[in-house]
């Protein structure tokens, strides 16, 4: 679709694909060279060879260029790395005449096209996409003042989308940390993380351990433990209770995700009480992707759980849910899941097995100021992320409505207000 004063092109006729070579691999090394970008460094920016030979100016990528992978997802990106060089099956798209046609412009214009072309290439095992399906995309193209100022717009939001994740990454190493040191030192009277030089401790099955604190097994403090049934399938249902599965927990905390939810009307059975979650349940995957936590808050629907998930339900004598399920999501509690890993045809944990895993406890009142302090770090990045959703959902929003014209940027060119956006 054109719009007052946009043309439609192809990008061939202003744009040259630049192929990578076929680098001799007798001359890759970690050290000595330049850095080779392969498709598989696209997604995360880092290179992992160097290239120690002869090439060409030719294949040389600088900070900046708009790259794209040729094969499997066509990943296009903005190399943000230092100067590197192009190996084969990735490419790079380069405007000939800036006067027409703005670099990062064509980065959002482009990136938006191709997505489509892999959604509608059939495959039955890797796409393929070839310079010749890259010139032919037609795109909108406005003159490049409004091309700069739309670049300049997104490029604005994209700035505030990594700064978001950066933020994120920081209180996520913050929150490790401390998972560290709560869940292997703890908090004194005084509200202080414990020290071996100002505090005793002793060794345990599970390391270095205040002196205070004991060791107990799963099935030493749990009344119940079970699994999930494998007849609930033909209980799916548009409505009705949560029926839990492994794609419902996350390793990034200890609650619960439901961007994707299964509802069942089960008959009432001994089944259905016996698989029913309630408030304070651990739930613990069991098979494929071993040792993901979650403990079911107060307040919570009326759930059941599949056969992938274990329930541990604990005595209510002194043992708080939520601290059993932050240390079996930490360092310690994980490494034992991989210790009694049933290593076989597929991995998996059985019920007793479940039962024999260790917590180191402290007392109840520094269980709950421990899970409180964790607790308050998983809601601050919660908020981030829901912050970093916001921005995509905008980005979303903007290229849509700025890259197709049906909003306009040029009456923000003599803006005063929105010159520095």
């Known amino acids: 679709m054109s719009f007052e004063n946009w043309g439609e092109v192809k990008l061939r006729q202003f744009v040259d694909v630049v192929s990578g070579f076929a680098f001799p691999s007798e001359n890759f090394t970690d050290g000595e060279g330049i850095p080779l970008i392969r498709i598989r460094d696209l997604t995360n920016q880092l290179t992992e060879v160097n290239y120690n030979g002869n090439f060409s100016d030719h294949y040389i990528v600088k900070t900046g260029d708009l790259l794209v992978g040729m094969d ?3 990943i296009t990106v903005r190399w943000k790395g230092d100067r590197a060089l192009l190996n084969q099956r990735v490419c790079k798209l ?8 703005n670099q990062d412009f064509l980065f959002y214009r482009v990136i938006d096209k191709i997505n489509y072309i892999h959604r509608v290439t059939s495959a039955t095992t890797v796409k393929h996409l070839s310079s010749k399906d890259v010139l032919s995309i037609q795109i909108d193209l406005p003159n490049v003042e409004e091309q700069t100022k739309i670049a300049e717009v997104l490029s604005t939001i994209d700035r505030a989308i ?3 994740e950066a933020i994120i990454a920081k209180q996520q190493r913050i929150k490790t940390g401390l998972m560290q040191d709560l869940l292997t030192k703890g908090i004194d009277e005084d509200g202080n993380v414990r020290s071996e030089a100002t505090h005793k401790f002793k060794d345990s099955l599970l390391g270095r351990i205040p002196i205070e604190w004991n060791l107990c097994e799963l099935d030493k403090i749990a009344s119940y433990i079970t699994s999930g049934s494998r007849w609930w399938a033909k209980f799916y249902s548009n409505e009705g209770a949560v029926f839990i599965r492994i794609g419902n927990l996350t390793r990034e905390h200890i609650n619960f995700r439901f961007d994707d939810i299964q509802y069942v009307q ?9 698989t029913a979650v309630q408030e304070g349940d651990l739930l613990i995957s069991v098979t494929a992707d071993l040792g993901i936590i979650g403990v079911i808050p107060r307040g919570f629907t009326e759930a059941y759980m599949n056969q992938h998930i274990a329930l541990v339900r604990l005595r209510p ?10 240390y079996l999501a930490s360092n310690g509690g994980q490494k034992q899941f991989e210790h009694f890993n049933e290593s076989g045809a597929k991995s998996g944990l059985n019920l007793p097995t479940v039962g024999r895993i260790c917590i180191a406890l402290p007392n109840f009142t520094e269980q709950e100021n421990i899970s409180f302090l964790l607790d ?16 995509k959902r905008m980005k979303n929003g903007l290229m849509q409505d700025l890259l197709t014209g049906s909003v306009r940027v040029a009456a923000l060119l003599n803006d005063p207000k929105t010159a520095n956006i």
């Open 72 to 74: 499997g997802d066509f």
């Open 94 to 101: 380069v405007s000939r005449d800036s006067n027409y046609l």
């Open 162 to 164: 990594e700064q978001t």
């Open 266 to 274: 089960p008959l009432d059975s001994a089944e259905r009480k016996r």
């Open 317 to 326: 004598n002194n043992v708080s849910p939520r601290f059993v399920g932050h």
């Open 376 to 391: 308050l770090e998983d809601q601050r990045i919660s908020k981030v992320y829901s912050d970093l959703a916001k921005l």
